[in-house]
């Protein structure tokens, strides 16, 4: 395992959006663009790590007519490859797992067609435990919202996970826009983590009834 902050890391990325990885947790994909595939196949010969990272919106006014490559988010998670089925017409099925968070410093200049960045891997803080007045709020936010959603949930089981599994396993699958999964990948910690993630849910629990959406700006 590779300890957070020693030295910059070179990592392959897959930016994706709406795809979160967090530390610990599984993400499934599947690789069908030659270039992730070929990303994939260089990984399995290497060390089987990919970085899972948000292109950022489509801002107004930026240069059109030549090709460009969507500018990043600073924040995204370190993935490694722990299961794999390869397809006969060269596509993937993979099953990442969240090894750290990471912060890009730059993008590389690469002749491979994915892209790769430098980054620093950030310390962990997944083992911090939440206060037990967070975790019953939280818990009540989470059926209330839920309950708006059509949501069937089986909260006994949810009560028997620890803290970083619940608040990092909502965060990765709950129905927000990317822009607010992005914050909750940034938030320093499972505590603040939780916070936010309350607070969207009320967000979007409130959502304009009119249209049925809602977003984090």
Not at 21 to 27: E, H, N, T
Not at 103 to 117: G, N
Request: charged share 25%; glycine share 6%.
């Amino acid at each position: 395992m590779d300890a957070p902050g020693v030295a910059p890391k070179r990592i392959s990325i897959f930016p994706l959006a709406g795809a979160i990885l967090y530390p610990s947790l599984r993400l499934p994909l599947h690789i069908f663009e030659p270039r992730y595939r070929a990303m994939v196949s260089d990984a399995l010969a290497r060390d089987r790590r990919i970085g899972m990272i948000q292109p950022r919106p489509y801002q107004a006014g930026a240069p059109t007519g030549a090709p460009r490559a969507d500018p990043l988010f600073d924040i995204g998670c370190l993935g490694h490859i722990d299961e794999v089925e390869a397809l006969e017409d060269g596509r993937y099925n993979i099953v990442l797992v969240g090894v750290a968070r990471f912060r890009l410093l730059r993008e590389l200049t690469v002749s491979t067609p994915f892209r790769q960045i430098e980054a620093e891997l950030l310390p962990a803080r997944e083992d911090e435990a939440l206060a037990s007045v967070e975790r019953a709020l939280f818990e009540r936010e989470a059926r209330a919202f839920a309950d708006a959603q059509g949501y069937r949930v089986n909260w006994e089981e949810v009560t028997r996970l620890d803290d970083a599994s619940l608040i990092n396993g909502v965060s990765q699958i709950a129905p927000f826009d990317a822009a607010s999964k992005q914050a909750l990948l940034e938030a320093d910690g499972v505590s603040e983590r939780c916070r936010l993630l309350v607070q969207l849910m009320q967000f979007y629990g409130r959502r304009d009834s009119d249209d049925g959406r809602a977003t984090l700006q």
